[in-house]
């Protein structure tokens, strides 16, 4: 190894290792590996049982009368012929003989072409895989290998579990493997622990270089899982310890407006909402007016499926703020569900003295002046708005509460941005977010870790049960026969399409899609178009007609897919169902069944993925969308829900939800009674440099730690 300083062995960029050539640093890169350190860290995905190196004729010996042994085989051999086998559709077999002086083996790629363009006859290989007998000829299936070159004295690795790395085509895993093993030692001894030796003894696991070892060099899976384990906590450890120490901030330093709640101030709203809540609604208004009743600002979550009555809850807390003479907002992620909220509340608040306003991109300059001038003067009291809520220019004069609907669209950093624009520096507003889409269980002390949940478990009475098929493709015309004899009973159907124009995906697209069925299946029916890039006048007139009756049948894409509230909407169809997420369905599906009427979806796709299958499987099989958001945990992983990738927080690398849900409530529990003793984390400067590295921007812990 070429002289490099000690302290510096993790910083090293594997370009500039030995046999590191440009395209594999560029293979490399791709897998997230820059630096040692990323090396270091880039640990296997699985470990298999592993027989040294040896002869075919041993191999062969060692398999015996069996057809098929899981326990690998190393092989060193040479290339005698390569050609390719069948193909069928997408599949595709690379057939190769291969022998040393014992013997000969069969070696089979199956749906990998490139092996072909890579191996040559005569070409000396060292084959790392399962063995198998089939027609009394020893073969080896889909194999990794690597070519021997001349000199080459790579020695496997000591004992019988060889880990097998996360790889790509241009740095396969016995390269990773190889790279590791030449910076090891040294990468190693480099690797400081930031927890201290009481707290490692109290949890039973090992130092933080000792886990690393453990995991890319174990003797035994026992070992294997130590380390990983360790590293595991670590992930979910720094994360707790970041909500921890953000939720104490907000709860010891900040404070908010003290609202008064009583029994006339609820009797008084109740006169303005014209039916009956639920006790479920009852419940969750208490706990959000306990919550705002203190100068400890509220954070609650407020969780209920589609169509379980969040809005009302949200108006409650808002009319709290408006009986104190404060301000309240609402803001939205897309302009047709600000609207429909601005439409919604200004219906229920007729003739009561309170003044809303709504606030979006689509407004004139002249428009957003006058609104903006008129929120920094009081004069509104709640104002109902998109992402343009968010600008520099609207400052409130006295705002208690800031509410986000569906907040995981926003991101973590951007929750926060509704704060009142004050002198005291200290001063926030109480906030409350709301989601239809469930935080499973396991998740919920993940980035969601400094809120309160509040949920509503139950409809409101005279909903109707929603019928869930899956349809294929070929069977559309039965579908829309279906959508035209309700359309004659007087019902209204959505026809959900992925696209707005027209591409050469092969998807059907809104604007194309209403005009073929206005001509063909729904000829006769009014049929009209709902998209984003639409001016929202022309959208809003468009949902107007479509509430009023007027349009029949209304082709959209996912702009409708939370808050638009239609009762004699009784259908949906939604195109390429396989497009579309686990979630997204669940929402879209439940702007049906809104009514006295009973409600159907139908699910046009011929899914061809696994997650695709699983997704479509989950959604027929449940309505149920705290189950929906379990399952679209399992199928996906954490890394993509509830804007963790919009908030810049990366998936774990090793740590894995729901399987380390027991980790997680035991990392929670440390961080807590850390963040109690030491709120600025301060007993352990490491700890808090890692800490400020993972999470200190998308925590937004600058000013806090």
């Known amino acids: 190894m070429p002289e490099t300083n000690k302290k510096n062995m993790l910083r090293t960029l594997v370009s500039t290792l030995p046999s590191v050539t440009f395209e594999r640093s ?54 005698v012929s390569i050609k390719p086998g069948w193909r069928r559709g997408k599949r595709s077999r690379i057939e190769a003989t291969a022998e040393d002086a014992t013997g000969t083996i069969q070696i089979n790629w199956f749906n990998q072409p490139w092996v072909a363009k890579s191996l040559h006859p005569d070409m000396r290989v060292r084959l790392h895989g399962s063995l198998s007998r089939h027609k009394n000829i020893l073969q080896m299936n889909n194999p990794r290998w690597e070519e021997i070159d001349e000199g080459d004295e790579l020695e496997l690795i000591e004992g019988d579990l060889r880990p097998v790395y996360p ?50 060099k174990p003797t035994t899976a026992d ?59 009852d ?21 209920g499926d589609v169509g379980s009555g969040k809005t009302v809850v949200a108006l409650h807390a808002m009319l709290m703020a408006v009986t ?49 001038a008129a929120i920094a003067a009081g004069e509104i009291d709640i ?38 624009k004050s002198d005291d520096e200290n001063a926030i507003p109480h906030t409350l977010v709301m989601t239809a889409t469930p935080i499973p269980r396991t998740l919920s002390l993940t980035i969601f870790g400094d809120l309160d949940v509040s949920t509503i478990n139950c409809m409101p009475p005279g909903r109707s049960p929603i019928t869930t098929k899956l349809v294929q493709p070929e069977d559309s015309d039965k579908v829309y026969s279906y959508v035209k004899s309700l359309v004659k009973k007087g019902q209204q159907s959505y026809v959900v399409v992925p696209l707005v124009e027209d591409t050469e995906s ?36 468009t949902m107007q007609l479509f509430r009023e009756g007027k349009v029949d049948v209304l082709v959209a894409t996912t702009v409708i897919e939370v808050g638009v509230d239609v009762p004699n909407a009784t259908i949906m169809v939604i195109e390429h169902a396989d497009r579309f997420g686990l979630a997204q369905l669940h929402q879209l599906r439940g702007r049906v069944g809104r009514g006295s009427l009973p409600g159907v979806c139908a699910l046009i796709a011929s899914p061809t993925t696994d997650d695709a299958i699983q ?38 690398r090793v740590a894995r939800l729901p399987r380390d849900f027991e980790l997680l409530r035991l990392a929670r529990e440390i961080a807590t009674t850390w963040v109690q003793r030491d709120p600025l984390i301060a007993e352990s400067p490491l700890l808090k440099a890692r800490l400020m590295k993972a999470y200190g921007e998308t925590l937004g812990l600058g000013d806090v730690a």
Not at 197 to 207: K, T, V
Not at 245 to 268: C, G, T
């Open 26 to 79: 560029q293979a490399l890169g791709d897998l997230g590996i820059h630096t040692v350190a990323d090396l270091i860290k880039h640990l296997p995905s699985r470990y298999e049982t592993h027989h040294g190196s040896m002869t075919i004729e041993h191999a062969d010996t060692l398999l015996g009368e069996k057809e098929r042994m899981n326990e690998l085989a190393t092989i060193e051999t040479t290339i």
């Open 167 to 216: 790889a790509n085509e241009g740095a396969p895993s016995t390269q990773i493997a190889r790279l590791i093993e030449h910076v090891y030692e040294e990468a190693i001894e480099e690797i400081e622990d930031h927890l201290p030796e009481a707290l490692r003894q109290e949890l039973f696991i090992p130092e933080l270089a000792s886990a690393y070892k453990l995991a890319h």
């Open 223 to 281: 070992e294997a899982k130590s380390g990983r384990r360790r590293i595991a906590f670590d992930e979910l450890f720094l994360l707790q310890l970041g909500v921890m120490v953000k939720r104490h901030h907000r709860r010891d330093v900040m404070h908010a407006p003290k609202l008064k709640w009583s029994e006339e101030i609820k009797i008084r709203i109740a006169k303005r909402i014209p039916f009956t809540l639920t006790e479920a609604q």
């Open 283 to 303: 419940r969750v208004i208490e706990e959000i007016a306990s919550d705002m009743t203190t100068s400890t600002p509220m954070n609650r979550l407020l969780q």
């Open 324 to 372: 104190c003479d404060a301000q309240a907002a609402l803001m939205a992620p897309t302009e047709l569900l600000a609207e429909q909220h601005y439409l919604t509340i200004v219906q229920l608040l007729e003739g009561a003295n309170v003044t809303c306003a709504l606030l979006t991109s689509s407004l004139t300059t002249g428009e957003r002046k006058k609104i903006v």
């Open 383 to 420: 104002v109902i708005g998109t992402h343009a809520l968010l600008t520099q220019d609207v400052i409130f004069s006295n705002i208690a509460i800031a509410i986000t609907d569906e907040q995981h669209r926003f991101g973590v950093q951007q929750r926060a941005l509704l704060r009142n």
């Open 506 to 541: 092969g998807l059907k697209s809104a604007v194309d899609h209403a005009a073929f069925l206005q001509s063909g299946f729904l000829r006769g029916c009014n049929v009209e178009v709902v998209h984003g890039r639409m001016k929202s006048v022309e959208r809003e007139r």
């Open 615 to 652: 997704r479509l499987e989950a959604i027929v099989e449940t309505t149920d969308g705290f189950r929906i958001a379990e399952r679209d945990l399992e199928i996906r992983g954490p890394g993509e829900l509830f804007g963790a990738k919009q908030s810049g927080i990366a998936p774990f």
